[in-house]
């Protein structure tokens, strides 16, 4: 392992204790979990903090995070499982259910991926795309012009808890051809989101333009992380060239709408 690949390792687990208010022995043992959830400083922050539990998924064990009253329930639901297989329906089907009691249900369910791989585009590659294509920086209020731009949702998400700070463009005759942006989920963990237009898709923009954002980031003492759902091949095929490797799951609560019955 390489000097790099340790720092990066730190970093994450260094906010996955924030994260899941864990211990760095929690979070490294192979049994399922249970810890109360608080509201750290620090915490990657999105659009709500209002999960009654959140799930990670790592080292084929599971830490399940959230208020006293369903930490309970977690354990007798969940006293054998094989956090490995978590994902599987039936044992999602099962949280959703045991949520729904609580006026909750499971909102989402990632997978994330650190730069600890091989890019899979050789330097050859990525300096032929250099040349062939104009690569332009965006940052701080540069990235506002993109506000509203159907085109860039996943590059650009406008979340105030979790600020767009970087993005990169690869450009052919003027017209953005595929746009990669970073948010600052926290001060340490930057999540980079791509949009690439479907003419140019197949072109090798996506893993292009990540590469570039990533490296960047790196040099800024930050740690890029990718993040996508498990029927999106084609974004695991993005992250798994551009560098990233599969390291670990989240599941997500949030309230039922006032509405819902």
Not at 122 to 131: F, N, R
Not at 177 to 202: F, R, T
Not at 209 to 230: A, F
């Amino acid at each position: 392992m390489t000097e790099e690949q340790k720092r990066i390792r730190e970093l994450f687990a260094r906010q996955m204790q924030i994260d899941y208010c864990c211990s760095l022995d929690e979070l490294n043992s192979t049994r399922n979990e249970y810890t109360i959830r608080e509201l750290k400083e620090g915490r990657r922050r999105f659009k709500k903090d209002d999960a009654i539990l959140k799930v990670l998924c790592i080292n084929g064990k599971c830490i399940f995070s959230g208020r006293e009253e369903i930490l309970e329930e977690c354990k007798d639901t969940f006293a054998d499982l094989n956090g490995a297989w978590m994902s599987q329906y039936k044992y999602l089907y099962w949280l959703d259910d045991l949520l729904l009691e609580h006026r909750y249900f499971l909102e989402d369910l990632h997978h994330y991926y650190l730069p600890l791989g091989k890019e899979l585009l050789s330097k050859e590659e990525i300096s032929k795309l250099s040349e062939e294509y104009e690569v332009k920086w965006y940052e701080g209020d540069e990235i506002e012009q993109f506000r509203g731009d159907e085109r860039f949702v996943h590059a650009y998400s406008f979340l105030p808890d979790a600020p767009d700070v970087l993005g990169v463009a690869v450009l052919k005759d003027g017209q953005i051809l595929g746009m990669a942006g970073a948010s600052a989920d926290s001060d340490v963990m930057w999540q980079i989101g791509i949009d690439v237009m479907p003419e140019s898709k197949g072109c090798n923009l996506g893993p292009f333009i990540t590469i570039l954002l990533k490296r960047e980031i790196l040099l800024r003492g930050k740690l890029p992380y990718y993040g996508t759902v498990e029927s999106h091949i084609q974004s695991q095929k993005v992250a798994i060239k551009s560098g990233f490797l599969p390291f670990w799951a989240e599941i997500n609560s949030a309230p039922l709408p006032e509405n819902e019955d």
